[in-house]
C-alpha cells in the first residue's frame, strides 16, 4: 500500500516560545502516531548553523508526516482536538504546492477537505488488483 506525506506547520497563540512550541508539537506528534500515522517525525532544516557542533537543526513547529490515504480523516479529527485544547492552536496541512488550514473546521469544511484531499491521494496510488494499476 503506498504512503502519502504531508507537512504539518503548527502555530500557537501569543506569548508563548520556542519550548512551548516544541512541547505543544511534541504532544500532537503523539496523537498522531496514537491515530495510526505511519511516520511522524520533526522536519529537518536544509539550513547550516555555524558554531553547531553537532544534531540536527529542525524547523520550529514543522512535522513530516506519513500514512496511507484512508487514515487522512482520522489525522484531520486528531488535529481538530489538539487545538481546540488551548487557544491559538492552528495547523495547516502543506501538500506539495497547496496549504489547507486544518483548525477550527466546521464539519462540513472538514467533509470538503477530506473529499478534495482523498482524490489527489487515490490518484497517487495504483489499483492493488494488478502490479500497473490498471484492470
Known sequence: ????????????GE?????????????????????????????????T?????????VVAGALLVSMVPHVFSTVIAAIQAWSARASGRSVTI???DREVSATG?????????????TPRSAAQE?????PDGHA
Open 15 to 47: 506569548g508563548t516560545d520556542e519550548l512551548d512550541l516544541a512541547a505543544a508539537v511534541g504532544a500532537l506528534r503523539g496523537q498522531l502516531l496514537d491515530a495510526g500515522v505511519e511516520q511522524a517525525r520533526l522536519q529537518r532544516s536544509d539550513l
Open 105 to 117: 473546521l466546521s464539519a462540513e469544511e472538514q467533509q470538503r477537505l477530506l473529499e478534495d484531499f
Open 49 to 57: 548553523v555555524p558554531g553547531l557542533k553537532s544534531g540536527v537543526e
Open 94 to 96: 502543506v501538500d506539495g
Open 126 to 130: 495504483p489499483d492493488a488488483g494488478t
Open 1 to 12: 500500500m503506498a504512503f502519502i506525506e504531508v507537512q504539518l506547520l503548527v502555530r500557537l
